[in-house]
């Protein structure tokens, strides 16, 4: 069954390839298309499209699809284009001529479209939800190790003292920024297009704001052609900010996999949580942290798919919108995947004592000795050339013993105030 037949056949080599894998891809939107089905029913009732009676028909009708779903019984068959045209056969399979009205004022595209925001909506919701879980582990590992020295690098050259704390509520204050662009992408598709049809309107007089109540929208994408227009726009939104929450996990996923490394060996994880070798019995190799790199990496160059596939085209629909939802969908699932394991192994992690009087970490104090003598009296100038003056010919002996102070700062995390910062 296609919404578009007009009882002319099509070439299947035509149809496989307009289709694609569309059946298998839109099991994750099919819930969303009830929902917003059984609003667009509501308010075809009120517009007198459907009588009272037609309306309990179609809710009830829907209800058995919405619990098909939620069973993980609803297929949708290879006779079926996608799931809109597999709801629309189910409704006038069991109530007749009633199920077909079910269309009536509203287009494919903008049925797509409200099922995308929907599903988009809800799945930004999830992964912010995750990634609070993971903020929460990274402030309660900086809390636990924040005494624990860890060598500061630049240029992946000893630098100055650093901790656990610092490095563990850094991540975690990064993640607040991605919170932040996750929270843009909810505001920008928690507009209801429904109702913009196949990006014109309709001359009938449905209520678009009744619609926009039903499915709990924020609110409305009044101009159809923008509704229309938002195809594209919105996933590029998306995976901009998925791409971000991906670069600090990447980078994350990197320090682990630098620093358990035998020529750092700051951390290690338990045996179960590594991976061998098939031919050297020695190795504990950072898989799991390894393939979160990589996956993170893959997710981040969706933003480049999406700008490419959508870039120069005009206003109004095109097919080439039908390309985004696959790898959209696939991110989604992918991204959820890496916030669990990270936050159930992060959990697991094994910080090992660092000793700070082994010669290779010799100058991590250079600045801080620096300062006082600074605090001393001398000029800035005058303390960075006698301490590094020592540090050339060989006398420089380090002074561990300086605090920092200051908000942010080694000994000063700052954790209460950087878990109050994380959006609501």
Known sequence: MKLWDKGISIDKKIEQFTVGNDREIDIHIAKYDVIASRAHAIMLQKIGILSEVELEKLLSGLQVLADQIEAGTFVIDAQFEDVHSKIEYELTKSLGDVGKKIHTARSRNDQVLVALHLYYKEELSVVKDKTKTLFNTLLNQAETYKDKVLPGYTHLQVAMPSSFGLWFSAYAELMIDDVFLLDAAIKTVDQNPLGSAAGYGSSFPIDRELTTNEMDFATLKYNVVAAQMGRGKNERTIAAALG?????????????????????????????????????????????????????????????????????????????????????????????????????????????????????????????????????????????????????????????????????????????????????
Do not use: W
Request: aromatic share 10%; net charge negative.
């Open 244 to 424: 971000g929450l991906s670069n600090t996990m990447a980078r994350f996923a990197m320090d682990v996999c630098l620093y358990m490394s035998q020529n750092f060996g700051f951390i290690s994880f338990p045996d179960e949580l590594t991976t061998g070798s098939s031919i050297m019995p020695h190795k504990k190799n950072p898989d799991v942290f390894e393939l979160i790199r990589g996956k993170c990496n893959k997710i981040q160059a969706l933003q480049s798919e999406m700008i490419l596939i959508t870039n120069n085209l005009p206003s109004g629909y095109h097919r080439d919108f039908q390309l985004l939802k696959e790898n959209m969908i696939a991110a989604f699932e992918e991204i959820k995947d890496i916030l669990d394991i990270f936050n159930y192994s992060i959990q697991q992690i094994i910080v090992k004592d660092i000793d700070i009087n082994d010669d290779k970490y010799k100058y991590l104090f250079t600045v801080d000795n620096i300062n006082t003598l600074v605090v001393e009296g001398q000029t800035f100038r005058e303390a960075y050339q006698k301490i590094g003056g020592q540090v050339q010919d060989g006398t420089y002996v380090p002074d561990t013993s300086k605090k920092h102070t200051h908000a942010g700062s080694i000994h000063n995390l700052c954790l209460d105030k950087i878990r109050g910062k994380f959006p609501s």
